[in-house]
């Protein structure tokens, strides 16, 4: 398990990671969501050992991992910046990952790298970004380690390629019981793969949950009454579950979190002309969940002013 | 931090260079190869060190151009992959380090390895089909200078990875670089100076870049390096020098303000930066010249010049001091200051180590001519020797003996392509009269290479030992040889040859080898080495002609010149009565101006008249070509002071000299004729007391 103690990190007076804890259960997909700068890189080389954090710690089943090599076996990072050795092809850096992961397996490299039709004795630089993309995936995978964190994994690789890749994550955590850890700006890919998904925003963890109980516990209603009921009205209504309430008209929509099945029937007490119960895609909870955080854009490019003026 | 190697990294960062020792190896045997065409005969000594310092130079640019790039495009990514993979940073750090001295051992191994054949073919152009033992002298310096390389290779390798970790940007990278590598310039070129009398009084001269430069700078404009004293070239280094090393101070201050501000800026990488260690290298940096000046100082070295720059560097150590006491890092202090003490004596023990050995840092310069002069004599020591000495002259030439005289000290200047430079060496004999001292040998023996470095008969030293062989012992003397380097420094090469010391009116025992006292630039020209006539014709159309050009024009341009001409009828060494043919000249000096185109005499012994009618043909005399002089002329030096600064000699026929001058016969000096006298006197008193017996 990995464990986040009160992680603070900050560079140059910018807050990069404030007080933040949290908890990676073994044999899970943990998705890392969050705004730009929210810090989802930052956590992950912190997690990785790159970066010592300034107050805090983070712990593989115990152990620190900041300079420390056992630790840093059991895991592999594939950064969203990829990098090779100058000159590599795929068989050197095959070999070179080799010699620092004990349960490197050769013979899954050969095999997925025949998978994906990728040319190992070429070198890297002549790859694409997809192709690089893939056979950093591949060279990943071939280690075999307890622990993978994938930085924008699926940038650049086609929706084929996406599905493959995740396909082999998958195999390797059924088969193995191992641990992925995954930032996406693409919440689409991560709403089908995350078991857990966490959402970061300044720097701070505003939430950390299964994908299916995000799923069911956020929802999203459109009411209309028969008579005018003001945004205040509805919000008193709901006990202040609703997370944003926009209204157009006498149609009112809004986004209802925990306590939604009681949140409903108080509605229904109302006899409302209609009243519709949406899901939500991850992508809408996520933009409705940083809109409650004052994090959206006008078309005028200000940032924060018009839903959360609606709450 | 502690010691530890990953084998993985040190496999891996062996190979990320391969590239880099490939292309040193191809082009260290290119350049080893198409130096041996060098035309000025010092191809054995030179081949040695070019290929090393040109491929040196090479391997360098290519290690910046990479740390650069990769500072520039890939060092985020390069860090956070590397930091990522199970290795500590210690193992990436000492793994790397490690792999870098590999290279380096690797990289001058191999190139020493491309000398050898190259110094093969050398010797062959200059030689002829290789004899045997020919390359003797060539593996102990061949040893010397791959340890010395090794060892500097290493100190540059250490700091370049302190400085790599220090460093965030292609830029402070750079700047990091050159600062050091200015900083450590700056104490190279000053310990040459602190050691001088670890020396055993002679070290060679260190030539400095800026040295070099201005050298370079005279010689390109076509003034007068060849007659520029060295102490003014080393004030104007000197000056130079405090410039840099203000400059210095001020940007390593500037940038260790900036680099400390963005060490808490900079979003990646910031793991990895240390600022104190920054503080450390920029004590370093400082405190070796501080040190090493002091020790000058202490020492009473006449370079006094960069005495100004120690209030300078007190203040900035103080405050880097202080900003480490503020920041309550005393460990550090005291390591630092450990640090530096350990890497100032390190150095310093090589320098002196070096200094013994008369060696210099490897740069070379291109030798062209040689000129010796005696600076002052005094009186003889060994009477014992003398005494010997002067019986074999009374004896078997029955020459008289008058004065006894010994050169302490003798001035050796070193004509190349850059300038010359001025050595001063002891000699450990001599007993000579005045009479006869212009032919007697100041007691050292040049070489170059292997070739004497003046002479007219001997192409080799096995040629000259077969000569030495016939000498008589009485004639023997051990001396000290010396020999021209590749670094166009005079080295000592501990060895001593017998010598014949006894040059009797040019008759008998010849002593070609030997350094002559009466060399003028002229003579110096045709006494290069002998069988390079393309290094006299370059030595005289680059440096005479176009100095003879320079006068010429300036004092066309200019008709106001204030002359002195100093006239000399050569002297005869001996005054004895088989010689009372000869002709005894009197030396005449006076001071003239030139006023719009007329000659005025201005002062001097005796009066000479000057017509106006001559004053083209005198012009022609100390400006126009030289006229032929063969064997049977009788010639008269001629020595021209321009502004009291120059001196420019030559010889015209005395006839003709007479003709312009109106010179009236015999001048002779009271001295002399009384000498003469004594010597008739004594002469007629011999005879009078053989008639009596």
């Given at each position: 398990m990995i464990t986040v103690k009160n992680i603070t990190k900050t560079f140059d007076g910018t807050t990069a990671l404030a007080n933040l804890s949290c908890e990676i259960p073994d044999g899970r997909i943990y998705g890392l969501v969050g705004s730009n700068g929210a810090g989802k890189s930052t956590l992950l080389r912190v997690m990785t050992g790159i970066f010592r954090p300034d107050s805090g710690e983070v712990d593989f089943d115990g152990e620190p991992?900041?300079?420390?090599p056992a630790v840093k076996e059991q895991f592999v990072l594939v950064p969203d910046e990829l990098y090779f050795l100058p000159g590599a092809n795929m068989k050197r850096m095959a070999k070179f990952y080799r010699n620092f992961y004990p349960d490197f397996s050769m013979e899954r490299f050969e095999q997925l790298t025949e998978m994906l039709k990728l040319n190992a004795g070429k070198p890297l630089s002549g790859f694409s970004k997809g192709m690089r993309r893939q056979a950093a995936t591949v060279l990943a995978l071939a280690c075999r380690p307890k622990y993978y964190f994938f930085d924008e994994t699926f940038d650049g690789l086609d929706q084929i390629m996406r599905d493959t890749v995740k396909k082999l994550i998958y195999e390797d955590i059924c088969e193995r019981g191992v641990t992925a850890v995954l930032t996406s700006h693409s919440l689409r890919e991560l709403d089908n793969t995350c078991d857990e998904l966490a959402l970061l925003h300044q720097g701070k963890l505003v939430f950390s949950h299964e994908v299916e109980n995000i799923k069911t516990a956020t929802k999203k209603v459109q009411v209309v009454f028969a008579e005018d009921v003001s945004k205040e009205e509805f919000t008193k209504l709901c006990d202040g579950r609703c997370r944003a309430v926009r209204c157009e008209g006498r149609v009112i929509n809004a986004i209802l979190s925990e306590g939604a099945e009681e949140t409903e029937a108080k509605i229904r007490e109302k006899n409302p002309v209609l009243l519709e119960i949406l899901p939500l895609s991850l992508e809408e909870i996520f933009t409705y969940e940083m809109e409650a955080l004052g994090y959206s854009f006008d078309t005028d490019g200000?940032?924060?002013?018009d839903e959360t003026d609606d709450q | 931090m502690k010691l530890t190697i990953n084998k993985s990294v040190y496999r891996d960062s062996l190979r990320r260079t391969r590239m880099v020792r490939i292309v040193s190896l191809l082009a260290g045997i290119v350049i080893a190869m198409s130096s041996t065409d060098y035309p000025h005969g010092d191809a054995y000594v030179s081949t040695g060190l070019a290929p090393m310092g040109t491929a040196a130079v090479g391997m360098l640019v290519f290690l910046f151009a990479g740390e650069i790039a990769i500072h520039y495009y890939r060092r985020r990514r390069k860090w956070d992959f590397f930091r990522t993979l199970p290795a500590s940073r210690a193992e990436w750090y000492w793994s790397s380090l490690l792999a870098e001295i590999t290279n380096m051992a690797i990289y001058i191994t191999v190139t020493e390895l491309t000398v050898i054949p190259a110094s093969f073919r050398a010797e062959k152009r200059l030689e002829g089909n290789l004899m045997p033992g020919?390359?003797?002298?060539y593996p102990p310096e061949h040893i010397h200078r791959w340890i010395l390389l090794f060892v500097i290779g290493l100190v540059f390798l250490a700091v370049l990875s302190v400085i790599r970790e220090l460093a965030h940007t292609a830029a402070s990278y750079l700047v990091l670089l050159l600062g050091f590598i200015g900083g450590y310039w700056m104490v190279l070129s000053l310990i040459p100076r602190a050691v001088r009398s670890y020396s055993g009084n002679f070290v060679s001269v260190y030539a400095s870049l800026f040295y070099r430069m201005r050298l370079l700078h005279r010689i390109v404009l076509a003034t007068d390096a060849y007659n520029a004293p060295t102490k003014n070239l080393e004030t104007a280094y000197d000056t130079i020098a405090i410039l840099v090393n203000l400059l210095l101070a001020v940007l390593l201050l500037l940038l260790g303000r900036r680099l400390t501000k963005r060490s808490e800026t900079e979003y990646i990488g910031a793991e990895y930066r240390n600022k104190s260690l920054f503080y450390i290298l920029c004590v370093l940096i400082n405190l070796f010249p501080l040190l090493l000046i002091s020790y000058t100082a202490i020492l009473g070295?006449?370079?006094?010049?960069?005495?100004?720059m120690v209030p300078v560097l007190i203040v900035l150590i103080a405050y880097f001091l202080l900003r480490l006491f503020r920041e309550k890092l005393s460990k550090r202090i005291l390591g630092c200051i450990g640090l530096s003490v350990l890497l100032a004596g390190g150095i310093t023990a090589v320098t002196l180590l070096y200094a013994r050995l008369g060696r210099t840092i490897p740069e070379r310069e291109d030798v062209i001519a040689m000129r010796c002069e005696h600076s002052f004599y005094g009186m003889v020591s060994d009477e014992e020797i003398l005494d010997r000495f002067y019986a074999v002259l009374e004896n078997e030439h029955d020459h008289p003996v008058t004065e006894r005289h010994e050169y302490r000290e003798m001035k050796i200047t070193l004509y190349t392509k850059y300038g010359c430079r001025e050595f001063f060496i002891d000699r450990d004999i001599t007993e000579v009269t005045n009479d006869i001292r212009r032919d007697v040998p100041g007691g050292v023996f040049c070489s170059y290479g292997k070739k004497p470095l003046i002479s007219t008969q001997f192409d080799s030293f096995e040629e000259y030992e077969t000569f030495a062989a016939l000498l008589p012992d009485w004639c023997r003397k051990e001396v000290p040889v010396y020999y021209v380097n590749a670094l166009g420094g005079l080295s000592k090469s501990g060895k001593t040859i017998n010598i014949g010391v006894i040059d009797l009116y040019r008759?008998?025992?010849?002593?070609?080898l030997m350094m002559q006292n009466s060399f003028s630039p002229q003579n110096a020209v045709y006494c290069s080495f002998p069988p390079d006539t393309e290094a006299a014709a370059y030595y005289h159309e680059k440096v005479c002609l176009p100095q003879k050009r320079a006068k010429e024009k300036a004092v066309r341009e200019n008709p106001t010149q204030k002359i002195t001409v100093v006239l000399r009828k050569e002297e005869d060494t001996y005054n004895s009565e088989r010689y009372k043919e000869r002709w005894y000249y009197t030396v005449l000096s006076f001071t003239a101006t030139i006023e719009n185109g007329t000659f005025r005499q201005k002062s001097g012994p005796g009066t000479v008249t000057f017509p106006e009618e001559y004053l083209k043909t005198m012009y022609d005399v100390i400006f126009g070509p030289e006229e032929t002089i063969t064997a049977e002329t009788e010639t008269v030096m001629v020595t021209v002071m321009i502004r009291d600064e120059e001196a420019y000699s030559f010889f015209v026929p005395a006839e003709k000299l007479k003709e312009i001058l109106q010179y009236s016969g015999d001048e002779r000096t009271a001295e002399q004729k009384r000498r003469e006298e004594e010597w008739q006197k004594r002469t007629e008193e011999q005879q009078q007391e053989g008639e009596g017996t």
């Open positions: 991992v900041y300079d420390n200000k940032e924060g002013a | 020919k390359l003797r002298i070295n006449e370079y006094t010049g960069n005495l100004l008759a008998r025992i010849q002593t070609p």
